[in-house]
T-cell receptor, first 114, second 114 residues
């Protein structure tokens, strides 16, 4: 699976949009971009994933550049409860041997301030 | 909403003792995983399990570790002879699709080895 690079930490004001960047310049054509978050020491929580089109769900939006070498997770109206570590993960698809394994990096610590 | 449940939430054991961590994955899921997170470090993949056998394991998952799905609902991780360095949070995860399905994680079992 391709490696990802994320800033170690970011701050955001409550109510503002939080934009979390991720670089994955070695991503291959059949690899998806996944975002998870971990609040304190809880289990990682799935947020969103995409292949090449932008995606939106009730939690967030995912913007993937046309060359797929980077992406941005957008939390449109951050709340204090969004303070967490956010992980950008590139994951292979069927045909490989990863059987869906996710490889976590260090992630971005997002702190939402009042 | 269906969820992955793990027991115990916290276990304290003496070095050299056997420990079994239990997980109940989401009922229609077919792929199962164990991860661990040492305090302050990243989430690390241990093992994936599909069709009643290990599909992939990491270097961490040595002969001291084993997994089992004994009754079609539980998924267990056994550590035969615990070491101090096994102290960590252990997360179970499951998914219905091994390639593109999102992984759902439990809240974790904290293991403390004294």
């Amino acid at each position: 699976d391709a490696k990802t690079t994320q800033p170690p930490s970011m701050d955001c004001a409550e109510g503002r949009a939080a934009n979390l960047p991720c670089n994955h310049s070695t991503i291959s054509g059949n690899e998806y971009v996944y975002w998870y978050r971990q609040i304190h020491s809880q289990g990682p929580q799935y947020i969103i994933h995409g292949l090449k089109n932008n995606e939106t769900n009730e939690m967030a939006s995912l913007i993937i550049t046309e060359d797929r070498k980077s992406s941005t997770l957008i939390l449109p109206h951050a709340t204090l409860r969004d303070t967490a570590v956010y992980y950008c993960i590139v994951r292979g698809t069927a045909g490989g041997t990863s059987y869906g394994k996710l490889t976590f990096g260090q992630g971005t610590i997002l702190t939402v301030h009042p | 909403e269906p969820e992955v449940t793990q027991t115990p939430s916290h276990q304290v054991t003496q070095m050299g003792q056997e420990v079994i961590l239990r997980c109940v994955p989401i009922s229609n899921h077919l792929y199962f995983y164990w991860y661990r997170q040492i305090l302050g470090q990243k989430v690390e993949f241990l093992v994936s399990f599909y069709n009643n056998e290990i599909s992939e394991k990491s270097e961490i998952f040595d002969d001291q570790f084993s997994v089992e799905r004994p009754d079609g609902s539980n998924f267990t991780l056994k550590i035969r002879s615990t070491k101090l360095e096994d102290s960590a949070m252990y997360f179970c995860a499951s998914t219905s699709r091994g390639n593109t399905g999102e992984l759902f994680f439990g809240e974790g079992s904290r293991l403390t080895v004294l």
